[in-house]
């Protein structure tokens, strides 16, 4: 029987295998078949993008005496939470769980485009110019201490199982790195499994410079959050081969440093996040 305390001591070991042979899968399968031309040298965003990651990890260790699977354990023990005071069956937990988890994600990104504030956090995510599996490490780690901060909430009010938690944060992981890879999946591959996962084709809308898709397509795991309120945007109104990456701002190689990165959030106005009126009235240039 895997108790709470074995997946809870199977934790680190799990999330980094899972983490680094979904990396190198991404990073082959973007060699063997790319979808779009690199615009950037790969070492100026790599080198920088995977300092960034193992920064936050750092960042993140240091400040939280416990995180989300470890709170789940504690919920358990001490009857925290939701699931822990209902006589629901484990696989019905395990499964809403996951599915709670991935709707307050999706809500939060929702949140961190739409305060400007939150939004100066998370636009240096959108400020990459190239779109690849590294994007999908590219958080400031105050957006990363912030996420962690608004997770350990959701677990004490739901009470999880802990391997509901685990699962979801090793499949989160690996479905950042696959949705942000620059892979050419075929057309009839990509409508399939959009209906039930979030595509690199689906995601790289997302980080489109035009504002209006920009503030679109929300999910990291389930395409289904968007489509039901309302913020799904199939295709770039330019197409995938010539949409531009990034943000209107930091559009210069110096601004890929990490050094850059970190200060980002004090540049410049606020501009381009989803309740920004002046958003409305740019017009795609013909
Ligand atoms: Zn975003
Ligand atoms: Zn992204």
Redesign the pocket.
Known sequence: MLTSQSVLSAEPTLRLAAFLGVLMVMILWEVAAPRRRREIPRVIRWTNNIALVMLDTAILRLTFPILAVGLAVMAEERGWGLFNNVDAPVWLAIVASMLLLDLAIYLQHVMFHAVPGLWRLHRM??ADLDFDAT??LRFHPVEILISMGIKLAVVAALGPPAIAVLLFEVVLNAT?LF??ANIDLPRPTDRVLRLIVVTPDM?RV??SVDPRETNSNYGFNLPWWDWLLGTYVAQPAKGHDDMEIGIEQFRTRRDLWIDRMLIQPLRGPASGHALDPHNKTKEPDA
């Open positions: 995510h959108h994007t999908g950042a949705n942000h995601h997302h980080h």
